[in-house]
């Protein structure tokens, strides 16, 4: 079975640009959650989606945004990218909230 | 909100030896834990968990222990092997409606000295 599939691994961007990261889940996993990572702050919750519907959501800004497809991949915004978003942006996915996570190989978003 | 705090930051070991690794959580609601291993440049790795029903779950070279009156849980690996050396992060959450996604701590950066 394949694993948690992130799209793009890498990006770079420039302050104030926007970008959109991708998420496969594991096949029949339908809850989707997404994580930023940095040596500062560690690992934290961003939001999580089910059934096409976003659970809850992290203490991050409007800027960063989510939605789930019916075929449970997902995809996060940024908007305005600012310096301190430069990150490893990782997704878990579940076969429902609550369960065991499962993480991908993340996104190393570097904005410049 | 949920907060964990996890203990060392760093812990070097001699192989062949164990390892024991803290956490404390805030929130007496939080019923499930799990911990993750991550080798640089790579994804966390599931490798146990436990829930708020058992005190204690064993897999193997590894265990989690978890005392649900003093919210502290820790993982304890025995006869550390090299391949051991990683980053390991315990983590806290919610299973019931209205879970807010896993808490993390900072993590723990395991060494182990051949």
């Known amino acids: 079975k394949a694993g948690v599939t992130q799209t793009p691994r890498y990006l770079i961007k420039t302050r104030g640009q926007q970008v959109t990261l991708s998420c496969s889940p594991i096949?029949?996993?339908?809850?989707v959650s997404w994580y930023q990572q940095t040596p500062g702050q560690g690992l934290q919750f961003l939001f999580e989606?089910?059934?096409?519907?976003?659970?809850n959501k992290g203490n991050f800004p409007g800027r960063f945004s989510g939605r789930q497809f019916s075929n449970s991949r997902s995809e996060m915004n940024v908007s305005t990218l600012e310096l301190g978003d430069s990150a490893l942006y990782l997704c878990?996915?579940?076969?429902?909230?609550?369960?065991?996570?499962?993480f991908g190989q993340g996104t190393r978003l570097t904005v410049v | 909100g949920e907060n964990v705090e996890q203990h060392p930051s760093t812990l070097s070991v001699q192989e062949g030896d164990s390892a024991v690794i803290k956490c404390t959580y805030s929130?007496?609601?939080?019923?499930?834990f799990p911990w993750y291993k991550q080798e640089l440049g790579k994804r966390p790795q599931l490798i146990i968990d436990i829930r708020s029903n058992v005190g204690e779950k064993k897999d193997q070279r590894i265990a989690v222990t978890l005392n649900k009156t003093a919210k502290h849980f820790s993982l304890h690996i025995t006869e550390t092997q090299p391949e051991d050396s990683a980053v390991y992060f315990c983590a806290a959450m919610y299973s019931g409606g209205g879970a807010d996604g896993l808490t993390f701590g900072k993590g723990t950066h395991l060494i182990i000295q051949p």
């Open positions: 929130d007496s609601a939080s019923n499930y």
């Open positions: 096949s029949g996993h339908r809850s």
């Open positions: 878990a996915s579940s076969t429902q909230p609550g369960r065991e996570a499962f």
């Open positions: 989606y089910f059934s096409e519907t976003q659970r």
